[in-house]
């Protein structure tokens, strides 16, 4: 057995159902394999980590992984994560979430964990579509793309999800694609070792619900249009405007230090215990 499949194994649940219950040329898988390989670089134990999952394809990662793991209702992984975190500070965790799950139901969730800067690492898998529940729009599905529910086209205009969370203040901002993995792996490990609220946002493809409706003739082809259009942001600099409008930029957006919640509620407890003036 190949060195990598062996450390993946090392952290799945080996009672679960296998093979998993996601489609061919899904690219959750790929996010898996990158989160099983950080916590492995991080050294970190399998009873550190909290894993909090939504509902949706990505609440999936939840169900394999030899973690402690929550599985929540739907939009609401980011308030179960904040609960644990405060409650045991020591603990990493994590909440994987859908674009439908941590910005549709739980967009106002994510606004207030990104403000408050509470120490969790928001690991959104944004395939542009509410995939599990029927390929219903979502709020990052873009303009003139076609759903169940937008069948002549989204008239909506869509989520950045990068510059909301830079709105909503979050102190580390990051985005990559499941094809530039090396690059998944680095802002991945970044974020999970980092205090406060870190968002890393990964394009991952939907074939059967969004590439078929929107002239993907197969999930390759949608895997290519990540190769042709995300564009690291060092990149951008080196484009003409036009050319600039075109592409999705990929990289480290912010990266600043501030005390996170729980850093700041400890010291407030410990200056209380010290019979210090409120």
């Known amino acids: 057995m190949a060195e990598v499949t062996q450390l993946i194994h090392h952290y799945l649940r080996h009672n679960k159902r296998f093979p998993h219950v996601l489609c061919p040329g899904c690219g959750h898988g790929i996010v898996l394999g990158s989160l099983v390989r950080c916590v492995h670089q991080l050294g970190l134990t ?10 949706g394809c990505s609440g999936r990662i939840a169900v394999y992984v030899d973690f402690n793991t929550v599985h929540t209702t739907h939009g609401r992984a980011l308030t179960f994560a904040t609960g644990i975190k405060m409650a045991n500070p020591k603990l990493k965790v ?6 439908g799950d941590a910005l549709s139901i739980g967009g ?9 800067n509470i120490g969790v690492t928001a690991l959104i898998l944004n395939n542009n ?7 219903q729009s979502s709020s990052t599905t873009a303009e003139n793309c076609y759903s169940t529910t937008s069948p002549y086209g989204q008239q909506e205009q869509a989520f950045d999800i990068v510059n909301l969370a830079k709105a909503a203040g979050a102190p580390y901002v990051a985005r990559s694609t499941v094809l530039h993995v090396k690059l998944l792996d680095r802002i991945l490990a970044t974020a999970l070792e980092r205090p406060g609220f870190n968002l890393v ?7 059967t619900q969004f ?5 993907f003739k197969t999930n390759v082809e949608m895997y290519q249009w990540y190769k042709k259009n995300a564009t690291p942001i060092e990149a951008l600099d080196k484009l003409s405007e036009a050319e600039r409008a075109k592409r999705t930029p990929i990289g480290i957006f912010v990266e600043e230090n501030r005390p996170s919640l729980e850093e700041r509620h400890a010291a407030i407890k410990a200056r ?3 019979g210090a003036p409120s």
């Open 46 to 55: 399998k009873d550190e980590v909290v894993l909090v999952a939504g509902i």
């Open 94 to 99: 994590i909440a994987v979430m859908g674009d």
């Open 108 to 116: 106002n969730h994510f606004l207030h964990a990104a403000r408050r």
């Open 129 to 135: 579509i509410y995939g599990m529940t029927g390929g």
């Open 201 to 207: 946002e990964v394009l991952t493809p939907c074939h």
């Open 211 to 215: 590439g078929r409706k929107n002239k």
């Open 272 to 274: 209380l215990a010290d």
